[in-house]
């Protein structure tokens, strides 16, 4: 009975965060009792929360509770490690996969602790020596490890108490001072605390990090939300536009019905009434004709004169009726066919322009991978005359500059180039674009331009904060190059070269095109202004082109 008391004593006295026997007992506002030291780290790791809770029943406390010593259970659980000790029961005894004691004889029992500094793992029973023993109360005691050995030094049979630098491995002393001389050894203590830190720096980090990404999920939670709520009202508002083009349709169908119905009746009533009146007049002619035989017929010549009609009471109007094909209303069936095909481009052209509106909802869209894909931002840009450089003659509908010896005979304006061989496009360039350029020659460069960059005599793409510009040219590697600092790029140069501009986004890359496409360079800035692609053609008989993609 006295062991099983003192075994019930002993689960009383345990903290529930480390299950060891308390050390240095603390009471906690709730009534649950730790080891001061357990508690503190736990509490430490809910700083960043500002709310303090107790790990059994979840108790929450602000502000953070203080901490002190429970001087009566200290003195319990000191009387406890110095008391009969309880009789192992079957459960204390080692099974498959526990660690033993090393010191128990026959049926091992379990290991409550390992030793670090005697490199040995040892039952409650046997380690009781170390909290009694003063020497080996110095000792480090930790749970239970396998291997232990494994911290012995092969070669000296020493402990591995060093850590080499150079090498990455556990050593003793006397490898610190042979094998790893001149290397950069420190103690395993000292290496777990450098480590520590940077660990620790690693949670704070986390720590860090994880209400920041809450914040942007709970922010793409909400956008979400938005997203939908704009999706149904953007259906909702488009098929009540459409409700109201099918309505105006019906009403236009309408009235080209009622209209035709209209021009029948007028026309049904004019042709009935000309009807009754030729029938009329077909009744009196019968009459009349019954009148003419009967005055045949009479004897005598004076009656027959005297009642015989003058010429010019038997003229009549002459009517027309049209006896061609049957296609009266076809005027009109024309008239609704040909705007029925005005319409039909309209609705065609507009409704293809609908379908490929993007919308770019909280992320930025993913750019293009394949040239196919890039050719749906193909924008057809010219060559602005106005600030074509003296020395590059446009053709090929302003699209291709050649550089020349003699000067061309440009007339005098503010926005041309007067210093380098250069020419911006006519056109702006906003939104997503992608357009390509064929070149010649000894050096050309391709550059992407704000309207306002300086033109005099000193200005240059390359020397500008204005542009940004991709080099090319013979036996050399592509170059970018901003503001005067240049970047050799890696990969292959290519006599045609693609560009693709994503204003809105600020992305700007530079492509090499052939069989294959290959990103040479891609900027990640902020424009604030449309840009316009621009050429620079530094050697005579050079070219640069923009090419026609649509």
Not at 167 to 189: M, P, Q, R, W
Request: aromatic share 8%; charged share 25%; proline share 5%.
């Amino acid at each position: 009975m006295e062991q099983k008391g003192v075994q019930l004593y002993r689960e009383t006295f345990t903290c529930s965060i480390c299950l060891d026997l308390l050390k240095d007992p603390v009471t906690i506002p709730c009534g649950h009792t730790y080891c001061m030291n357990c508690i503190k780290l736990h509490w430490d790791e809910e700083d960043q929360r500002k709310i303090y809770s107790c790990p059994q029943c979840r108790e929450a406390f602000k502000p953070r509770p203080v901490l002190k010593k429970n001087p009566m259970l200290a003195a319990l659980v000191e009387q406890l490690k110095t008391g009969p000790q309880a009789a192992p029961a079957d459960h204390c005894y080692a099974g498959p996969g526990d660690v033993t004691c090393d010191v128990c004889t026959g049926r091992k029992r379990k290991a409550f602790k390992s030793c670090l500094t005697c490199l040995a793992s040892y039952c409650e029973n046997h380690l009781q020596s170390h909290y009694d023993a003063p020497p080996l109360k110095k000792h480090t005691l930790v749970e239970p490890l396998e291997k232990l050995q494994e911290n012995i030094c092969s070669r000296h049979d020493e402990v591995m108490k060093m850590f080499c630098r150079t090498d990455h491995k556990f050593i003793c002393y006397l490898c610190s001072v042979e094998d790893h001389k001149g290397h950069n050894t420190v103690s395993v203590a000292a290496e777990r605390t450098e480590r520590e830190v940077h660990l620790q720096a690693c949670l704070q980090n986390i720590r860090n990090r994880v209400p920041e990404k809450t914040q942007k999920v709970k922010l793409l939670q909400q956008g979400f939300e938005a997203i939908n709520l704009s999706v149904d009202i953007a259906v909702e508002d488009s098929e009540k536009v459409s409700s109201e083009l099918i309505r105006l349709l019906q009403k236009r169908s309408s009235d080209v019905k009622q209209q035709i119905r209209s021009q029948q009746e007028t026309n049904v009533r004019r042709v009935k009434e000309l009807q009754e009146k030729l029938q009329q007049e077909i009744t009196e002619l019968k009459n009349e004709q019954a009148e003419l035989m009967k005055l045949l017929h009479a004897e005598g010549h004076i009656q027959f004169i005297h009642n015989y009609p003058l010429p010019s009471q038997l003229s009549e109007p002459t009517i027309i009726i049209n006896t061609g094909p049957q296609r009266y209303f076809q005027v009109l069936t024309a008239a609704v066919t040909e705007h029925r095909g005005k319409l039909q481009d309209i609705l065609k052209d507009g409704w293809t322009n609908i379908l490929l509106t993007e919308v770019d909802a909280l992320l930025p869209p993913l750019e293009p991978k394949t040239r196919a894909e890039f050719l749906k931002y193909s924008h057809d840009i010219t060559l602005d005359p106005n600030t074509a450089n003296a020395h590059l003659l446009l053709s090929a509908g302003n699209r291709k500059a050649e550089c020349t010896s003699q000067p061309q005979p440009y007339p005098h304006h503010p926005d041309r180039f007067t210093g380098y061989e250069q020419v911006l496009s006519k056109e702006s360039l906003t939104g997503r674009c992608y357009w390509e350029v064929e070149w010649s020659g000894r050096s050309v460069t391709v550059a992407v331009a704000y309207e306002d960059i300086v033109k005099d005599k000193r200005s240059r793409f390359a020397l500008s904060d204005k542009s940004w510009v991709c080099c090319f040219g013979e036996n050399m590697p592509p170059t970018f190059v901003f503001n005067h600092n240049p970047t050799k790029l890696s990969g292959p140069s290519s006599s045609r070269v693609g560009v693709y501009l994503d204003h809105r986004a600020g992305i700007l890359s530079f492509y090499s095109v052939s069989e294959t496409m290959t990103l040479l360079h891609r900027v990640h800035t902020v424009f604030t202004q449309p840009l316009h692609a621009g050429l620079f053609i530094f050697y005579v008989g050079g070219t640069a082109e923009l090419c026609k993609l649509t």
